[in-house]
């Protein structure tokens, strides 16, 4: 069964950085295409970024360009974003997923809250 479990979100106030972890179980992590996602208060989800499998191509949402990092370790089976820079637009539920940000089949973690704010 994928599981997917998600840290590191919090208070932090503009201008503030912040690391966020997603550790993966349950299925073959560096065949996977994996993506973060995000959901604003009120609003629906919104892609962030996606990272290959080999860890090597990484797509990101124009206003999070130059931002925010997505990593991947594949020896631990673990997704990285670093947010850097954070604006109050920022604050959000941030969910890893397996896939794209469209994928049927994809799966979530239960979420990470980061909230910004002076």
């Known amino acids: 069964e994928v599981h997917l479990v998600e840290s590191g979100g919090g208070p932090v106030q503009p201008g503030g950085s912040l690391r966020l972890s997603c550790a993966a179980s349950?299925?073959?992590?560096?065949?996977?295409?994996m993506t973060w996602v995000r959901q604003p208060p009120g609003k629906g989800l919104e892609w962030v970024a996606t990272?290959?499998?080999?860890?090597?191509?990484?797509f990101y949402e124009d206003s999070v360009k130059g931002r925010f990092t997505i990593s991947r370790d594949n020896a631990k089976d673990t997704l990285y974003l670093q947010l850097s820079s954070l604006k109050i637009e920022d604050t959000a539920m941030y969910y890893c997923q397996t896939g794209w940000m469209n994928d049927p089949s994809a799966v979530r973690g239960q979420g990470t809250q980061v909230t910004v704010s002076s």
């Open positions: 349950g299925f073959t992590f560096d065949t996977y295409v």
């Open positions: 990272m290959l499998d080999g860890a090597e191509t990484s």
